[in-house]
């Protein structure tokens, strides 16, 4: 599952968006956006962090945005 991630200035983990999957994809869909001084990251979330809070999800994601960013 891919997810948006927004870093702030100094990469600290600030918000993360999941698309809710819908029965009527023809309605479109929505999405964050990042403010002045911050940076979107789309990754692919590993699976092992699909039902963990936002709390642990931000600490975790740390390595996995460091590592989007370099690519």
């Given at each position: 599952?891919k997810i948006?991630?927004?870093?702030?200035?100094?990469?600290?983990i600030?918000?993360t968006?999941?698309?809710?999957?819908s029965?009527?994809?023809?309605?479109?869909?929505g999405?964050?956006?990042?403010?002045?001084?911050q940076?979107?990251?789309?990754?692919?979330?590993?699976?092992?962090?699909?039902?963990?809070?936002?709390?642990?999800?931000?600490?975790?994601?740390?390595?996995?945005v460091?590592?989007?960013?370099?690519?």
């Amino acid at each position: 599952m891919k997810i948006t991630v927004i870093t702030g200035r100094a990469g600290k983990i600030v918000g993360t968006y999941r698309p809710a999957p819908s029965a009527k994809p023809e309605v479109g869909t929505g999405g964050a956006l990042a403010g002045p001084g911050q940076a979107v990251h789309v990754i692919d979330l590993p699976k092992e962090l699909e039902n963990v809070t936002a709390d642990e999800l931000h600490r975790r994601l740390k390595g996995h945005v460091s590592a989007a960013k370099k690519k």
